[in-house]
């Protein structure tokens, strides 16, 4: 049996499934495991970012960046931001009785179309630089945020049950994994963030029951 390979240098993809081959066959799978995915993720994310184009200004304050690769979308200031500062105030193109994967819930079965209609390339992280307030209809900074960074938003502070869940690549440490809204998200950990009316209210609900 041949040692698994040096770890002295950078470790390309194949170097490191070898790594993870070894590791099996020694029964010791779940931190080799965690290792390999961590680098499969880090290297999509390295490549996507050198990927990432800007597409077009679409306001004073923002413009839109399209991923060459995926062709994803994702909205970046041109300005910096403190935190709780109003980065923009937003309404309703349409209000729909379901969510779909650009809408933002305001009620029980009440789910907007963004107005201004960029607001809705801003993406999930689980580490959020924005909230919307659905209540005042503004978008919130929640911490400095500075010129050419992504925005993004923690789904499940407005979504309560997506149409559609996905899994999270955004790298934070206390990434969630699985995002499908907040009834799926422990309570521990969503009432580390910051929440609309509306989601508060479902929890106080839940607890109330329970
Ligand atoms: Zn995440």
Request: with cysteine; charged share 20%; net charge negative.
């Amino acid at each position: 049996m041949s040692p698994p390979p040096s770890t002295s240098t950078v470790a390309t993809s194949t170097q490191l499934q070898a790594f993870v081959n070894y590791a099996r066959e020694h029964k010791a799978v779940t931190i080799y495991d965690a290792v390999y995915s961590w680098f499969i993720k880090t290297s999509v994310m390295q490549t996507t970012k050198k990927a990432m184009i800007k597409c077009s200004t679409v306001s004073p304050f923002a413009e839109v960046w399209e991923c060459s690769l995926t062709q994803n979308k994702s909205l970046h200031t041109t300005v910096e931001f403190e935190g709780g500062q109003v980065i923009t105030n937003f309404r309703h193109k349409e209000v729909l009785d379901r969510p779909n994967y650009l809408t933002v819930q305001i009620g029980d079965c009440q789910h907007i179309m963004l107005d201004p209609e960029y607001l809705q390339y801003i993406n999930h992280s689980c580490n959020p630089n924005v909230f919307f307030d659905t209540e005042n209809r503004i978008l919130i900074a929640l911490r400095k945020i500075e010129i050419g960074e992504e925005l993004t938003f923690f789904y499940p502070s407005t979504e309560w049950s997506m149409n559609r869940g996905f899994n999270c690549i955004c790298q934070n440490e206390n990434c969630l994994g699985y995002i499908q809204g907040a009834a799926d998200v422990p309570l521990n950990i969503l009432t580390k963030y910051k929440l609309s009316q509306l989601i508060s209210a479902k929890l106080g609900m839940l607890t109330d029951i329970n």
